[in-house]
């Protein structure tokens, strides 16, 4: 169902969110010193163009926590132990991207960058650690909620379906009736039927309308990018 698909997803954000902080606290450590002894365009670009290469890699990640949630998205036992997993890799990730800055630092020779631009990018950084922190110190009750969601949503989608089933039946009856050819035993209460089961088809749609909104909104709040 493809709002499975999407908390699936969703989901996966919070272990990226995990590395991206991780990411940008070491990005804005290193702001007081490019400041004053800067690497040179070239290095600058590689740690830019290596930056780049973890993020592709925690997209192959995501796509991969987006597999197995389709498989069985209400698994949190299962869950569970992938997350650790991937929190143990993300921490070791993180130590080697620390060496490779550090060792970018010691290396480093001063380059002429606009100052503006460079204040501009570590307010944006700043901003977005703070968005993902929030997301990372309410990470357990996020995920419940969309736990939460997802299971009304599933139940909600039962609902329209056996509505939509118990309409159809009454529209055979009502349409005998307009044909006037019946030989059953219809009338115009059967269409009355028909249009009150209707209305209760709209309202589990609504229903259903609302709740994947619900989640959307909840996705779009954990969901966080690195600023470009």
Not at 96 to 111: G, I, N, S, V, Y
């Amino acid at each position: 169902m493809p709002s499975k698909m999407q908390n699936g997803s969703t989901t996966s954000s919070l272990v990226i969110a995990a590395f991206v902080g991780s990411a940008i606290g070491f990005i804005l450590s290193t702001a007081v010193w490019q400041r004053q002894d800067r690497p040179t365009q070239d290095q600058y670009q590689i740690a830019i163009d290596e930056n780049q290469q973890w993020k592709e890699k925690y997209t192959q990640l995501d796509v991969r926590y987006t597999q197995l949630e389709t498989q069985s998205s209400l698994d949190k036992k299962q869950y569970s132990a992938d997350l650790n997993t991937a929190k143990t890799q993300l921490e070791q990730q993180k130590k080697d991207f620390e060496a490779k800055l550090a060792q970018l630092k010691k290396q480093q020779k001063k380059m002429t960058v606009s100052q503006k631009k460079l204040d501009t990018k570590v307010v944006a950084l700043k901003v977005t650690a703070e968005k993902q922190k929030v997301v990372l110190d309410n990470s357990k009750e996020l995920y419940q909620q969309q736990l939460k969601l997802q299971k009304q949503i599933d139940s909600a989608a039962a609902d329209v379906k056996k509505a939509q089933a118990v309409a159809k039946e009454s529209k055979k009856a009502c349409d005998e009736f307009k044909s006037g050819t019946s030989w059953d035993w219809v009338s115009e209460a059967d269409c009355t039927k028909y249009e009150a089961k209707l209305d209760i088809v709209e309202g589990e749609q609504a229903k259903l309308s609302a709740l994947n909104s619900e989640l959307e909104i909840l996705n779009r709040k954990i969901e966080i990018s690195l600023p470009e």
